[in-house]
Nanobody
């Protein structure tokens, strides 16, 4: 399974970005949850949000709730992370991951396949 993220860049505080994640090689993409994590320099990888296989159930970390929105297009094997009202604390490398189950979870252990990450930098 290959996972490829895109869309990260430098943006000013208060701005928006949409990250995309394409997962290929898994026979039925809609059977698996997807998650996003963020890792800042020198810090652990932390949970941002997850979406179930159908795209109807989402969970977000409190730090991004109300500002970030997950969606997915199963026909395109793609998950999107819409990031609004960005803050400098949102800066980091964003990783997309494919869960081993329909729902995924808040810890990295729930996920089997990971992308290489995309850098998001929010300037103040």
């Amino acid at each position: 399974v290959q996972v490829v993220e895109s869309g990260g860049r430098l943006v000013q505080a208060g701005g928006s970005l949409r990250l995309s994640c394409v997962a290929s090689g898994r026979t039925t993409f809609s059977n698996y949850g997807m998650g996003w994590f963020r890792q800042a320099p020198g810090e652990e990888r932390v949970f941002v949000g997850r979406i179930d296989g159908s795209g109807t159930f989402t969970v977000y970390d409190d730090s991004v709730k109300g500002r970030f929105t997950l969606s997915r297009n199963n026909a395109k094997n793609t998950v999107y992370l819409q990031m609004d009202s960005l803050k400098p604390s949102d800066t980091g490398v964003y990783y997309c991951a494919v869960a081993g189950t329909y729902y995924g979870g808040p810890y990295t252990s729930y996920y089997d396949y990971w992308g290489q990450g995309t850098q998001v930098t929010v300037s103040s």
